[in-house]
Each structure stands twice: as structure tokens, then as C-alpha cells.
């Protein structure tokens, strides 16, 4: 069984810039999360998807991050403009509704200059 | 707001002894909770995860317990290898809302040979 894909690896952009990451969760998972981990800390939720539709966006800053679910099975977070806090990684992860066990890629690690 | 708390930071020990990690919680209405390993510059690796209605749970050299009533969560490793050198992160998703995992701050393990 595939785990979840995600890319890029790795990106690095000036502030102000905008940039995109893609997630593709594990097939048949119905609910997808990013998360953003700063250096140090542990993973913060960002966004949660169960297929299409958005569970909790609470911690997403919207003023400058958003995110799609659009076919309820890859998702893409984007940042618009970047800000130099924004430096982190960018985890994704999937669960199934039968158990709720999450599974992580292997995250974006995101450098803003 | 469920706070997750991990004790110690840091550990460094010999090859071959055995080990706990600490976790603990702020809100006792969890779900379940997840231990993960991460490496360097990589993603989770989800270890062991612990149904609220359970005890503990064990893999291998693993065991995790679980306290709810405590607050608290401990994983025991046992006979301590070099490949064990990582950072463990503890996180627990709540009964009510959204599936989403808290995490702590995460425990770096350095094993010595």
C-alpha cells in the first residue's frame, strides 16, 4: 500500500511570494490534515478534510494560507504572501473513518528569506 | 484547548538500557492517543496508538501505557539500540470535534553504542 505522497521536498522563496504544496493521501482515506511544524515544536493542525468538505480551519491563517480539497482526494495548500514566520514544515496525513489512525508523509520543508 | 506536555526534552543513554518516556495531558476526554518516531528531516512514523478504552499497547521492544484519569501516557523502550536515536512525539485526538491530533513538543533520544 502506498503511503502519503507529498511535494515538494523542499522549497525555498522570498517573503511576499506565494507558493503551493501538493498532497496525495493514501488511497481510500476519507480525511486528510495539514499540519505545520515549526523547528522545535510539535505539528499544529492547519486544516482538516473529510472528502470534500473542510471539518476544521480553525488555525489557518486566512488571511494568507488556503487550502482545496477539490474531488475529495489530493489537496493542495497554498501561501499568498509568505511571511518569514511561515518557515516550517508542511506536513500532511490521512485517516480512514474506520479507525482514525494517522498516517504522515514525508513533509515540505518550507524556507522563506 | 487539550495542552500535551512531553518530559524529558532530551535523553541520552547507553546502548542496551531500557527507557521511559513521559506524556502527559491536560484534558482527559481523548479519543485515543498516538506515539510517533520522527528522524531528522523526515516525517512521523506512527509507533503505537492506544484506543481510550485500552491500557496499553505493545510492538516489539515497544510498550505504551495509557492513564486517562492521570493525564498521562508512557513509552517504554526496551534494550536500547543506536537506530533508536530519534525524536518521539506523543499526541492525542479528543472525544468531541474533530479528529485532529495534539502534540507535545516531542522527546530527542540519543542512544550511545
Do not use: M
Amino acid at each position: 500500500e502506498a503511503g502519503v505522497a507529498q511535494s515538494p521536498r523542499y522549497k525555498i522563496i522570498e517573503k511576499r511570494q506565494s507558493v503551493a504544496f501538493w498532497c496525495n493521501p493514501i488511497s481510500g482515506h476519507a480525511t486528510l490534515y495539514w499540519y505545520q511544524q515549526i523547528l522545535g515544536q510539535g505539528p499544529k493542525l492547519l486544516i482538516q478534510f473529510q472528502n470534500n468538505g473542510v471539518v476544521d480551519d480553525s488555525q489557518l491563517p486566512k488571511d494568507r494560507f488556503s487550502a482545496e480539497r477539490l474531488k475529495g482526494v489530493d489537496s493542495t495548500l497554498k501561501i499568498q504572501p509568505a511571511k518569514l514566520e511561515d518557515s516550517a514544515v508542511y506536513l500532511c496525513a490521512s485517516s480512514s473513518l474506520r479507525n482514525y489512525e494517522q498516517y504522515f508523509g514525508p513533509g515540505t520543508r518550507l524556507t522563506v528569506t | 484547548k487539550q495542552e500535551v506536555t512531553q518530559i524529558p526534552a532530551a535523553l541520552s543513554v547507553p546502548e542496551g538500557e531500557n527507557l521511559v518516556l513521559n506524556c502527559s495531558f491536560t484534558d482527559s476526554a481523548i479519543y485515543n492517543l498516538q506515539w510517533f518516531r520522527q528522524d531528522p528531516g523526515k516525517g512521523l512514523t506512527s509507533l503505537l496508538l492506544i484506543q481510550s478504552s485500552q491500557r496499553e499497547q505493545t510492538s516489539g521492544r515497544l510498550n505504551a501505557s495509557l492513564d486517562k484519569s492521570s493525564g498521562r501516557s508512557t513509552l517504554y523502550i526496551a534494550a536500547s539500540q543506536p537506530g533508536d536515536s530519534a525524536t518521539y512525539l506523543c499526541a492525542c485526538t479528543l472525544q468531541t470535534g474533530a479528529n485532529n491530533l495534539f502534540f507535545g513538543t516531542g522527546t530527542r533520544l540519543t542512544v550511545i553504542p
